[in-house]
């Protein structure tokens, strides 16, 4: 089955600076690669995600990057705020499978 | 849209009874939710896959008949810890995907506290 890490699993920065998240996957099948967000206590919410045929995605300060020779996939968040902390999640499934297999998340620490 | 809700956002029970947690989207068809579990500073660990009409599919380890999954409706799913301990205390949480895409949406959560 997929497996799929993630690193690292702490990460501060400095308000204003950019974090970057990177995940690797196993299965070669895999074709859609989400990323979720968790604050405390909280349900993940899916904040950007990439599929197979696209190289790189982005929404505003967040942007994703797949790299599928090397079966990678990163997260990047670039001027970051306070409000950016919390474990960010990767995660990869293949179509006709529809389990997500997460990684081990990311807790991230924004520093005022 | 896509909102998915859970219910209830937490529930404290005494060990042997049983506990029923109901998971609904409420803007979008679901053909398949999930059911996962999460131990504090963890990730999500998938428990089984509910799909509308059909019996669940468990994840190895799983007890399908300590954890009993009803998917009864296009929108509603139902996750029954039976028989309770204290170690199944944790934090459920259930996804929806919305028929014929890709895409979960994670319901609140409900946290189980056994006595």
């Known amino acids: 089955g997929e497996n799929v890490e993630q690193h690292p699993s702490t990460l501060s920065v400095q308000e204003g600076d950019s974090a970057v998240i990177k995940c690797t996957y196993s299965?070669?099948?895999?074709?859609?690669f989400p990323w979720y967000k968790q604050e405390l206590g909280k349900r993940p919410q899916l904040i950007i995600d990439?599929?197979?045929?696209?190289g790189e995605k982005k929404d505003q300060r967040i942007a994703v990057t797949l790299n599928k020779t090397a079966k990678h996939f990163s997260l990047h968040i670039t001027e970051t705020q306070p409000e950016d902390s919390a474990v960010y999640f990767c995660?990869?499934?293949?179509?006709?499978?529809?389990?997500?297999?997460f990684g081990t998340g990311t807790r991230l620490t924004i520093i005022p | 849209g896509a909102v998915v809700s859970q219910h209830p956002s937490w529930v404290i029970c005494k060990s042997g009874t049983s506990v029923k947690i109901e998971c609904r989207s409420l803007?979008?068809?679901?053909?398949?939710m999930f059911w996962y579990r999460q131990f504090p500073k963890q990730s999500l660990m998938l428990m089984a896959t509910?799909?509308?009409?059909?019996?669940?599919?468990?994840e190895q380890g799983v007890e399908k008949d300590k954890f009993l999954i009803n998917h009864a409706s296009l929108t509603l799913s139902t996750l029954t810890v039976t028989s309770a301990h204290p170690e199944d205390s944790s934090f459920y949480i259930c996804?929806?995907?919305?028929?014929?895409?890709?895409?979960?949406?994670f319901g609140p959560g409900t946290r189980l506290t056994v006595t």
């Open positions: 996804s929806a995907q919305r028929t014929g895409s890709y895409e979960q949406y």
């Open positions: 299965d070669s099948a895999s074709n859609y």
């Open positions: 990439i599929r197979s045929n696209v």
């Open positions: 995660a990869a499934i293949y179509f006709g499978n529809e389990k997500l297999t």
């Open positions: 803007d979008f068809q679901a053909t398949t």
């Open positions: 509910s799909n509308e009409g059909s019996k669940a599919t468990y």
